[in-house]
């Protein structure tokens, strides 16, 4: 069985285009700077002759532990800002270096019998190579990129080699390196590190990792994004079969078939302590799902499921929502995108019963109809009373549902985000949302209604129901037939609260002219009613919370 899109797709490695990136610095510019603050330090001047002198040894011992130091509180710098060409964390790093160096300086050599007391600064635990230039790694170059690995007290614990794509030659510089320090290692990352290999060389690679890691106690493991197909799964089975303190396991977009869902279900011995399960863009279908959902059986602890976007279908859809029932720690659930339909749906709402910790829940795409819609909001209403996000986007979700749906919303006092989008709620519906959102709820920041159907009136009284959210920040209104007047009108709602008119974010598929076909079908049979008598019937509309 060939890896997926192994041959088709990565097969003719393509690098990202080219930009001039200045972080993080070579592995020779960091020795370069090491060897210059030593000269530095054990050089005369006005500090040495007022605080001392320090051997070239003590200036050397200095200047890596400054260097060392410096890099990763750039590293940390550079992080909020990635997007960036890095010159700030190169200007930061030169400060933060030179800075370190005027305190040694100015505290002098410490003389033999301090040097015990003497406490060094934190080093870094992180090894992360993933910020480089995204390409093939050599022999040559992994030497260079891997030397801090073989330094003999280096504390790493956490590594990351994604991004770069290691040949055999460059596996083979890194696996006596990865065996040295297997034995400290927590995390493990190796998220698209074969890119554009033969499927060959890609599985021998992967074998040459997974042999030299094998034994690693790990918290965190990630191999997304390396197409591994059945094939690639057992490539990494001496790494998979030690592995039984594993918190957290990665596998987005790696090609995960019903084949090799039963290998990862085959090889993991033990699920006890995983904490995050992350499925994400697979092509597993249900017997894939119903592998995996034994795995979700095994894993008590389990707090963060995602299985999205990996065309399950409503036997799959079931297997998962009847393994879900034993993950009584769940917090957050995302099974966006698959096909699972209104009896998975049911099925989904039977284990919703035992998340009373649960605080996101993603459901959009699901095809669950106004039936599974109606089955999942009143087992929410029981349940789950922390909600922060509720997504239900894109399910067929019709008026018929609006009750049920209004229910559960008005007892979710700690909502953040609201996604309906992409449903036929129109304007009944709409309001109905509008008035379980109007009381409490003071910490909504977030409603997407867009592709709804909605007019005027909906959207007024969308409007009405958020401006006084102190934190309120988006209104999707996109998509809907509301009149200009209608945008007016919202956009007046918004300025009377002192929200400005960006929440309301880009209107351009707003068609004021619109009308939708039922609407005007059903019109032409038996007439409209208007918009004050629509919101006339509804303003009574009252839930109970008990």
């Given at each position: 069985?060939a890896?997926?899109?192994?041959?088709?797709?990565?097969?003719?490695?393509?690098?990202?285009?080219l930009s001039?990136?200045?972080?993080p610095?070579?592995?020779?510019?960091?020795?370069?700077?090491?060897?210059?603050m030593?000269?530095?330090?054990?050089?005369?001047?006005?500090?040495?002759?007022?605080?001392?002198?320090l051997?070239?040894e003590?200036a050397?011992?200095?200047?890596?532990?400054?260097?060392?130091?410096?890099?990763?509180?750039?590293?940390?710098?550079?992080?909020?800002?990635?997007?960036?060409?890095?010159?700030?964390?190169?200007?930061?790093?030169?400060?933060?270096?030179?800075?370190?160096?005027?305190?040694?300086?100015?505290?002098?050599?410490?003389?033999?019998e301090?040097?015990?007391?003497?406490?060094?600064?934190?080093?870094?635990?992180?090894?992360?190579?993933?910020?480089?230039?995204?390409?093939?790694?050599e022999?040559?170059?992994?030497?260079e990129?891997?030397?801090?690995?073989?330094?003999?007290?280096?504390?790493?614990?956490?590594?990351?080699?994604?991004?770069?794509?290691?040949?055999?030659?460059?596996?083979?510089?890194?696996?006596?390196?990865?065996?040295?320090?297997?034995?400290?290692?927590?995390?493990?990352d190796?998220s698209d590190?074969?890119?554009?290999?033969?499927?060959?060389?890609?599985?021998?690679?992967?074998m040459?990792?997974?042999?030299?890691?094998?034994g690693?106690?790990?918290?965190?493991?990630?191999?997304?994004d390396?197409?591994?197909?059945?094939?690639?799964?057992?490539?990494?089975?001496?790494?998979?079969?030690?592995?039984?303190?594993?918190?957290?396991?990665?596998?987005?977009?790696?090609?995960?078939?019903?084949?090799?869902?039963?290998?990862?279900?085959?090889l993991?011995?033990?699920?006890?302590?995983?904490?995050?399960?992350h499925?994400?863009?697979?092509?597993?279908g249900?017997?894939?799902?119903?592998?995996?959902?034994?795995?979700?059986?095994r894993?008590?602890?389990?707090?963060?499921?995602?299985?999205?976007?990996?065309?399950?279908?409503?036997?799959?859809g079931?297997?998962?929502?009847?393994?879900?029932?034993?993950?009584?720690?769940?917090?957050?659930?995302?099974?966006?995108?698959?096909?699972?339909?209104v009896?998975?749906?049911?099925?989904?709402?039977k284990?919703?019963?035992?998340?009373?910790?649960?605080?996101?829940?993603?459901?959009?795409?699901?095809?669950?109809?106004?039936?599974?819609?109606?089955?999942?909001?009143?087992?929410?209403?029981?349940?789950?009373?922390?909600?922060?996000?509720?997504?239900?986007?894109?399910?067929?979700?019709?008026?018929?549902?609006?009750?049920?749906?209004?229910e559960?919303?008005?007892?979710?006092?700690?909502?953040?985000?609201?996604?309906l989008?992409?449903?036929?709620?129109?304007?009944?519906?709409t309001?109905?949302?509008?008035?379980?959102?109007?009381?409490?709820?003071?910490?909504?920041?977030?409603?997407?209604?867009?592709?709804?159907?909605?007019?005027?009136?909906?959207?007024?009284?969308?409007?009405q129901?958020?401006?006084?959210?102190?934190?309120f920040?988006?209104?999707?209104?996109?998509?809907?037939?509301?009149?200009?007047?209608?945008?007016?009108?919202v956009?007046?709602?918004?300025?009377?609260?002192?929200k400005?008119v960006?929440?309301?974010?880009?209107?351009?598929?707003?068609?004021?002219?619109?009308?939708?076909?039922?609407?005007?079908?059903?019109?032409?049979?038996?007439g409209?009613e208007?918009?004050?008598?629509?919101?006339?019937?509804?303003?009574?509309?009252?839930?109970?919370?008990?």
């Amino acid at each position: 069985m060939a890896l997926p899109n192994m041959e088709n797709e990565t097969q003719t490695f393509r690098p990202r285009p080219l930009s001039i990136k200045l972080w993080p610095p070579s592995q020779g510019t960091r020795l370069m700077l090491v060897e210059r603050m030593t000269r530095n330090l054990s050089s005369t001047s006005l500090f040495s002759r007022k605080y001392g002198l320090l051997t070239k040894e003590e200036a050397e011992e200095n200047a890596k532990r400054i260097e060392d130091t410096a890099f990763a509180a750039a590293s940390d710098h550079y992080e909020k800002e990635p997007d960036g060409d890095g010159s700030s964390a190169v200007q930061f790093y030169a400060k933060e270096s030179s800075n370190l160096m005027l305190e040694v300086l100015k505290r002098g050599p410490i003389p033999k019998e301090d040097k015990k007391l003497a406490v060094a600064a934190p080093r870094s635990t992180v090894f992360d190579i993933s910020r480089g230039r995204r390409d093939f790694i050599e022999a040559k170059e992994a030497e260079e990129l891997l030397r801090p690995l073989k330094e003999g007290e280096n504390l790493y614990t956490k590594i990351c080699f994604s991004n770069r794509s290691f040949g055999v030659d460059a596996a083979r510089v890194a696996e006596p390196i990865l065996i040295s320090i297997r034995g400290q290692l927590t995390d493990v990352d190796l998220s698209d590190f074969i890119a554009g290999r033969p499927e060959d060389e890609a599985l021998e690679v992967m074998m040459i990792f997974s042999s030299a890691l094998e034994g690693c106690v790990l918290k965190y493991l990630n191999l997304s994004d390396n197409a591994l197909g059945e094939k690639g799964v057992r490539a990494f089975a001496a790494l998979l079969k030690s592995q039984r303190s594993l918190e957290e396991l990665y596998l987005i977009n790696n090609g995960i078939s019903e084949e090799a869902a039963q290998a990862v279900c085959e090889l993991l011995p033990s699920t006890e302590k995983l904490r995050v399960l992350h499925f994400h863009n697979n092509m597993t279908g249900d017997e894939g799902a119903i592998a995996i959902s034994d795995i979700v059986k095994r894993s008590g602890s389990l707090e963060d499921f995602r299985c999205s976007s990996t065309r399950v279908d409503s036997e799959g859809g079931v297997a998962l929502a009847e393994a879900l029932e034993t993950c009584t720690n769940l917090k957050k659930l995302d099974l966006r995108d698959n096909m699972f339909g209104v009896v998975a749906g049911i099925a989904l709402s039977k284990s919703f019963s035992r998340h009373a910790n649960v605080t996101e829940i993603y459901l959009s795409y699901l095809n669950l109809e106004d039936e599974g819609t109606i089955a999942l909001a009143n087992a929410l209403k029981e349940s789950a009373p922390s909600l922060e996000v509720l997504e239900m986007a894109g399910n067929d979700i019709t008026v018929g549902a609006a009750s049920a749906l209004f229910e559960c919303i008005a007892t979710k006092q700690f909502l953040i985000k609201l996604n309906l989008s992409e449903n036929e709620l129109k304007d009944e519906g709409t309001i109905l949302i509008s008035k379980a959102l109007q009381e409490g709820h003071e910490q909504l920041k977030e409603v997407d209604m867009s592709t709804n159907s909605i007019r005027r009136v909906g959207a007024r009284m969308l409007a009405q129901a958020v401006v006084w959210k102190p934190d309120f920040a988006l209104l999707n209104i996109n998509g809907n037939y509301i009149s200009d007047e209608g945008i007016d009108e919202v956009k007046e709602i918004l300025k009377a609260g002192k929200k400005s008119v960006d929440v309301l974010g880009p209107l351009d598929d707003n068609d004021p002219e619109g009308e939708d076909e039922d609407d005007k079908s059903e019109a032409d049979d038996k007439g409209v009613e208007d918009d004050g008598e629509l919101e006339s019937k509804l303003q009574h509309l009252k839930v109970d919370q008990e």
